[in-house]
């Protein structure tokens, strides 16, 4: 194998780190394909070479991201602990990649393509992980009998305050008020 075949992955990813810096310096209108090469040290055509164009790039980032959070967000919920503890740290995950793109995901997503149909099912790997969360959390007797599809897609909907609030505490306050809510016997359905 060559070098430059060895060292595509890493110029790939590169480019994409490049591309967050850029869009988090200047917003999605301000990105220019010469200033990612630009940032990521590489010329402008080499971008080329990995991606077909800007729509490309975006999307590429878009799932990279993603696929990083969910990977973070599995390992949080399949860790050792009890159902709050892993809790608390799926939304620490969770915020850190809010905080991250702060309000520029729904819109990279959206200009890397016009269809949103890959973004569903991009979603739906994220809500399998919580629903197999859940079903651990049932399933292990620390919550009662819910309706596992809801109780994740509750979950899933969670969003970052939109006023300046302490982390931390934020994040432990939030898992006292959903973990004691889940607690409570469900009054319709289960699973």
């Not at 595509?8 to 917003?27: F, N, S």
Request: overall charge negative; charged content about 25%.
């Amino acid at each position: 194998m060559t070098a430059a075949r060895e060292a595509a992955p890493e110029k790939r990813e590169q480019i994409l780190g490049a591309t967050i810096r850029v869009l988090t310096e200047r917003g999605l209108s301000g990105l220019k394909v010469e200033d990612v090469a630009r940032a990521a040290e590489v010329g402008k055509g080499t971008v080329y070479l990995y991606f077909a164009d800007k729509q490309a790039l975006l999307k590429a980032l878009v799932e990279q991201r993603t696929r990083q959070f969910y990977a973070e967000a599995e390992t949080a919920t399949q860790a050792a602990g009890s159902f709050e503890e892993r809790l608390r740290r799926l939304l620490g995950c969770r915020f850190a990649f809010i905080e991250e793109w702060r309000g520029l995901w729904w819109a990279v997503a959206q200009e890397a393509s016009g269809e949103t149909d890959w973004l569903v099912r991009l979603h739906e790997t994220y809500q399998g992980i919580l629903e197999r969360f859940v079903t651990t959390a049932v399933d292990g007797h620390e919550l009662p009998p819910h309706d596992i599809r809801l109780t994740a897609l509750v979950l899933s909907a969670l969003g970052y305050p939109q006023l300046p609030v302490e982390r931390e505490a934020f994040i432990n306050h939030l898992c006292s008020v959903l973990v004691s809510g889940l607690r409570q016997p469900e009054q319709a359905g289960a699973r």
